[in-house]
């Protein structure tokens, strides 16, 4: 499985981006996916993660009611609908894809696919 992302960009604090993960290959065979990001000189953290059948969504506590994961289902990529961003939400994003069930979502040890980051700045 090859996961690509795409929609990092610059914005201002208070705006929103949208973040985008395609994968390609056997893909069918995922059971979930999700988003990381690692700030400079931090650790990566869990951001969000879904399910890939039943659509279950989990968040961090510090972009829930901001952020939003989904699954377009036409496209076949995973999307992260990222509102009322903040300076401290800088950093880069990866995606992350599972083919197995073991392991909480938010544990980046539970998922075997990385897709390369994408950069998003909010500038304050």
């Known amino acids: 499985v090859q996961l690509q992302a795409s929609g990092g960009g610059l914005v201002q604090a208070g705006g929103s981006l949208r973040l985008s993960c395609a994968p390609s290959g056997r893909f069918l065979c995922l059971y979930g996916m999700g988003w990381f990001r690692q700030a400079p000189g931090k650790e990566r953290e869990f951001v969000a993660g879904?399910?890939?059948?039943?659509?279950?969504?989990f968040y961090a506590e510090s972009v829930k009611g901001r952020f939003t994961i989904s699954r377009n289902g036409r496209e076949n990529t995973i999307d992260l609908q990222m509102n009322s961003l903040k300076p401290e939400d800088t950093a880069v994003y990866y995606c992350a894809a599972r083919d197995r069930s073991a392991g909480d979502y938010s544990l980046a040890t539970s998922y075997n696919y990385w897709g390369q980051g994408t950069q998003v700045t909010v500038s304050s």
């Open positions: 879904m399910h890939w059948t039943t659509s279950t969504t």
